[in-house]
Nanobody, 123 residues
């Protein structure tokens, strides 16, 4: 069975940190580019970062540069998004996705999606 299972969301105070993880089963993440997206209430889905499958470069949207780090562990078939210095405007449902290629921080031709996890940044 093909699954891409997310974990790690929650409530955190401004300035705090969270680490989101996605574990794949039934397919190998090493072959895919990995994207992270988020959707805040009343807003469209936004691309946050993308790790290229070819050169392994990682790209970020401007609003998270220097604060978020996207990681992949091919041995464990997992990916993660380390989020530091969180701000209230980072509040959203976060999704991981595996696809074919990155164009800057945007993943294209997605094949698998995580179920989403809520991140709330509030005091």
């Amino acid at each position: 069975q093909l699954q891409f299972v997310e974990s790690g969301g929650g409530l955190v105070q401004p300035g705090g940190s969270l680490r989101l993880s996605c574990a794949a089963s039934g397919f190998t993440l090493d072959y895919y580019a990995i994207g992270w997206f988020r959707q805040a209430p009343g807003k469209e889905r936004e691309a946050v970062s993308c790790i290229s499958s070819s050169d392994r470069n990682t790209y970020y949207t401007d609003s998270v540069k220097g604060r978020f780090t996207a990681l992949r562990d091919n041995a464990k078939n997992t990916v993660a998004l380390q989020m530091n210095s969180l701000k209230p405007e980072d509040t959203a449902i976060y999704y991981c996705a595996a696809g074919i290629y990155c164009s800057d921080h945007v993943l294209y031709e997605s094949a698998y999606w995580g179920q989403g996890t809520q991140v709330t940044v509030s005091s």
